[in-house]
Nanobody
Framework: QVQLVESGGGLVQAGGSLRLSCAAS????????LGWFRQAPGKEREFVAS????????VYADSVKGRFTISRDNGENTVSLQMNNLKPEDTAVYYC???????????????????WGQGTQVTVSS
């Protein structure tokens, strides 16, 4: 079992930056692929970024590529999402997620993740 707790959300003006963090507890954190997803009001939860268990492979949604950076610290059991040049359309609840499968490729699909945090709100004003 893995527990995930996000932090770092808030209100920021367009063009600003935020850094989200997700602290994990439980078994084998360093062996699991991790992802960030977001859900805006009235919309489906969508993929934002993922990172492999080793940290050597990352994938980004086209909408955030070049602006967001995912990273992990296996010593601290954390995964972070640095968000720069934020836009109003980035407004959503952001969730971190972890895979049950060990040493797998991190997925871009919601179904590829078994553990989810409670989410943190990010609001970008224009």
């Amino acid at each position: 079992q893995v527990q995930l707790v996000e932090s770092g959300g808030g209100l920021v003006q367009a063009g600003g930056s935020l850094r989200l963090s997700c602290a994990a507890s439980g078994r084998a954190f360093s062996s699991r692929g991790l992802g960030w997803f977001r859900q805006a009001p009235g919309k489906e939860r969508e993929f934002v970024a993922s990172i492999s268990w080793s940290g050597t492979s990352t994938v980004y949604a086209d909408s955030v590529k070049g602006r967001f950076t995912i990273s992990r610290d296996n010593g601290e059991n954390t995964v972070s999402l640095q968000m720069n040049n934020l836009k109003p359309e980035d407004t959503a609840v952001y969730y971190c997620a972890a895979q049950r499968l060990l040493y797998g490729l991190a997925s871009t699909q919601k179904s590829g993740y078994d553990y989810w945090g409670q989410g943190t709100q990010v609001t970008v004003s224009s």
